[in-house]
């Protein structure tokens, strides 16, 4: 592992336990136990966690943490070995851990031992990776881009190869000729779909920074028109925007 990762932190956690803890540059974080390799806590950018561990689960590499997400491995429940198997009784080791684009991401490991041989005897590798990440945006990919960072006077010409656009720090882009539906995963599992009519462009902004007290919590995905358009008297100009979540 690089112990100098971006965003990966390897800390004493309950009952003295090994606990992982990934921040993403948008605030999500994550923690994981590297017994059972199990996750245990998920908190978006507003501090409210999304996951749930039971008051009276038990730190103490005796018993399985009760909650999070656990490994139900080789098995899930009853069976010819203990109740899902014993992933969740073992220590998983740190493999790798990388930073794509201001989000944590770590590899974990579990290999056979005496004990997993003891009631299933095989040889393997079990690998779990995890990251946590903020809000993103699809279908932008293949657009024209007046990237105004970092001067908004002065935007460089490119062209959007992702397929998911990130909000690592500050982003102040226009898209050009952008399609008429794109989607926002909001970093909470929710997908924003933003359908529009008659708006040719599109423009992503986050402040970072800029706004420190808040920056967080929002990013825009704003649909624009960057071009003139020209009307003669009595003429109209309508544009829309539907905005749905799944």
């Given amino acids: 592992m690089n112990k100098e990762t971006l965003g990966v932190r390897v800390t004493e956690g309950e009952g003295s336990l090994p606990k992982v803890v990934l921040t993403s540059a948008g605030g999500s ?4 136990y590297l017994f059972g390799g199990c996750v245990t806590s998920w908190k978006a950018s507003n501090d409210k966690d999304l996951l749930f561990v039971r008051p009276d689960a038990v730190f103490n590499w005796k018993k399985p943490i009760s909650g999070g997400v656990p490994h139900c491995f080789p098995q899930f429940g009853p069976g010819p070995m203990q109740q899902h198997g014993f992933a969740r009784n073992m220590d998983w080791s740190i493999l790798d851990s990388e930073n794509v684009e201001g989000n944590p991401v770590i590899t974990l490991e579990l290999k056979d031992g005496p004990y997993s041989r003891a009631m299933w005897d095989f ?3 079990a690998l779990f990776k ?9 279908g932008l990919k293949g657009c024209k881009t007046l990237n105004k960072d970092p001067d908004p006077k002065n935007p460089v010409e490119g062209k959007e190869e992702r397929d998911r656009v990130t909000f690592p720090g500050f982003v102040d882009c226009i898209y050009l000729d952008a399609p008429s539906v794109v989607h926002l995963d909001n970093g909470l599992g929710d997908t924003i779909t933003i359908r ?5 462009d599109a423009v992503l902004w986050n ?4 706004m420190e007290a808040c920056y967080k919590d929002f990013v825009c995905v704003e649909n624009a028109k960057i071009g003139k358009v020209q009307l003669e008297p009595e003429q109209s100009w309508t544009a829309k925007q539907h905005l749905s979540i799944n």
């Fill in 29 to 32: 974080e994550a923690e994981l």
């Fill in 123 to 125: 040889s393997f590798q």
């Fill in 130 to 138: 995890a990251s946590v990440t903020g809000a993103s945006v699809k």
């Fill in 196 to 200: 529009n009519t008659n708006w040719s």
């Fill in 207 to 210: 402040p970072h920074m800029q």
